[in-house]
């Protein structure tokens, strides 16, 4: 098993956040890792996932929602072609914070026997990924 994890203050509200979270038409408007998703945000729903990473590796998957909390937590998991293989599940939690911030939460825990061959490099792609992302939906939260 390998997590990749990080996390953002935003000054916004977690009803603005989950907006943008779950309005998947609008990704590729300001998500610079997530360059495109088509699905709609619903619970057991199979969405399309267009990745790209800050060192320029592209992927899409299809993923399915496996968790819908409004204003609180979002999540989809992935499975390679052999399930068990290489496993991924995404995960947004938002929290209140302190004085009118939210915790943004963005992880993903990567699972199957494939994780032992490239876990490494898991750590140093997308991690930056996550981050600009993250950054990214700070300022949409903040200026929107």
Same mark, same amino acid.
């Given at each position: 098993m390998k997590t990749i994890e990080t996390q953002i203050l935003v000054n916004s509200t977690p009803e603005k956040i989950w907006n943008i979270l779950i309005n998947f038409d609008e990704y590729e408007l300001w998500n610079p890792f997530m360059t495109k998703v088509?699905?709609?945000a619903k619970l057991g729903s199979k969405i399309m996932v267009k990745i790209q990473t800050v060192r320029g590796k592209e992927r899409t998957y299809y993923p399915i929602i496996t968790k819908i909390d409004k204003d609180k937590e979002l999540r989809w998991k992935?499975?390679?072609f052999f399930p !068990?293989? +290489?496993d991924g599940e995404r995960i947004f939690i938002i929290?209140?914070?302190i004085d009118n911030q939210v915790s943004f939460l963005h992880k993903e825990i +990567?699972? !199957?026997l494939g994780v032992k061959f490239v876990g490494d490099k898991l750590d140093?792609?997308?991690k930056e990924s996550f981050d600009k992302m993250n950054?990214?939906?700070k300022t949409r939260a903040e200026n929107f």
């Amino acid at each position: 098993m390998k997590t990749i994890e990080t996390q953002i203050l935003v000054n916004s509200t977690p009803e603005k956040i989950w907006n943008i979270l779950i309005n998947f038409d609008e990704y590729e408007l300001w998500n610079p890792f997530m360059t495109k998703v088509v699905g709609d945000a619903k619970l057991g729903s199979k969405i399309m996932v267009k990745i790209q990473t800050v060192r320029g590796k592209e992927r899409t998957y299809y993923p399915i929602i496996t968790k819908i909390d409004k204003d609180k937590e979002l999540r989809w998991k992935g499975k390679s072609f052999f399930p !068990g293989i +290489f496993d991924g599940e995404r995960i947004f939690i938002i929290e209140k914070s302190i004085d009118n911030q939210v915790s943004f939460l963005h992880k993903e825990i +990567f699972t !199957g026997l494939g994780v032992k061959f490239v876990g490494d490099k898991l750590d140093e792609d997308l991690k930056e990924s996550f981050d600009k992302m993250n950054m990214a939906l700070k300022t949409r939260a903040e200026n929107f």
